[in-house]
């Protein structure tokens, strides 16, 4: 499976300790439309040439307003920078996987969508649906939208903003989507080869990081990017490390569970050593498909937090390499 950024909360939280104030600010405009093709679906669409792509031929599209933006999007935090997403995802139809299965597949609690109505895309029927929540800097908004355009491939459509500022791009995703021609199954000429290359998982072989004020090993083949180790296979999986200011505070219980109860499904703390030092840990559910543990350590008046996901069917690539890293931590 190639690398894309999953939607993964199905309940909205806040997990940071410490945040800025998010807000509007400057709101990325849509300038100049720009037309990407996926040859490999046959899909088309405009898309603001100003904004940040990230793409996947053959499965996925993303464009975002800026790349802060984009790792918002990766958590659904509830406070953070503004702006918005525009993601394709191409799903293949077989007598398992229909329309209604993709349709009924949600990516946040049903009661948040509306009831879903018929319109036309690409000169066939779809469904759309909405969805909106409040978050600590204001309304969030998105719309769905599922097609097919040959009964083979599903072509499911998210426009989605951040901070209240759906309607600053609303015109503009309204011209993007009636420029979408849909994915469709396309079959390889008897004279082609086609190679899909798929992104390895992590390695076993790490090496040592730093940040502020701790080191870490990693697997050799992950970077770090918007503030998280992670390779080119999988966008929900990864370790990522915080450091936060407790002068405040030497309660470690305390910080700990302030940190836990805002965590879906959480465990109660468990007490363990990191590196020689106290230090706790407390499994939670980012999402029924992803899996997820965070680990605290208090040392010279920081809170240190690491946090790991995976993507739970391909946890026996993920989850064991992760907790081994986990545990190389030092902190000053």
């Given at each position: 499976m190639k690398k894309f950024i999953m939607i993964v909360l199905s309940v909205i939280i806040a997990t940071a300790f410490l945040s800025n104030c998010g807000g509007k600010g400057d709101?990325?405009?849509?300038?100049?439309?720009?037309?990407?093709?996926?040859?490999?679906?046959?899909?088309s669409m405009k898309y603001p040439e100003n904004w940040v792509i990230q793409q996947v031929p053959g499965a996925r599209f993303l464009v975002f307003t800026s790349r802060a933006v984009k790792s918002r999007f990766v958590r659904y935090d509830a406070l953070g920078v503004a702006g918005a997403k525009i993601e394709i995802l191409f799903t293949s139809l077989d007598s398992n996987t229909t329309m209604d299965t993709v349709i009924a597949n949600k990516l946040f609690e049903k009661d948040f969508y509306t009831n879903p109505v018929k319109v036309t895309i690409d000169g066939v029927q779809a469904t759309k649906q909405e969805f909106d929540f409040e978050l600590e800097d204001g309304p969030f908004h998105g719309e769905v939208y599922y097609a097919t355009k040959d009964n083979k491939i599903a072509t499911t459509i998210y426009f989605e903003a951040f901070g209240g500022t759906y309607d600053e791009y609303k015109k503009g995703f309204e011209e993007i989507l009636a420029s979408i021609k849909l994915g469709q199954k396309i079959e390889a000429k008897p004279d082609t080869v086609t190679v899909l290359e798929e992104a390895d998982p992590p390695s076993q072989t790490t090496r040592t990081v730093s940040g502020e004020g701790y080191s870490i090993d990693i697997p050799d083949n992950f970077s770090k990017e918007s503030g998280m180790y992670l390779g080119k296979r999988r966008g929900d999986s990864y370790i990522k490390v915080e450091s936060f200011d407790a002068l405040k505070t030497k309660d470690f219980s305390k910080l700990v569970e302030e940190n836990r109860k805002k965590l879906p499904g959480a465990s109660a703390a468990q007490n363990?050593?990191?590196?020689?030092e106290k230090a706790a840990k407390v499994i939670y559910t980012p999402s029924g498909k992803v899996g997820g543990e965070m680990y605290f350590v208090l040392k010279n008046k920081r809170l240190y937090r690491i946090t790991i996901n995976w993507f739970r069917d391909e946890e026996k690539d993920f989850k064991p390499i992760f907790q081994k890293c986990v545990m190389t931590l030092k902190v000053q």
């Open positions: 709101v990325v405009e849509i300038k100049e439309l720009k037309v990407y093709e996926d040859a490999a679906m046959g899909f363990i050593t990191i590196g020689g």
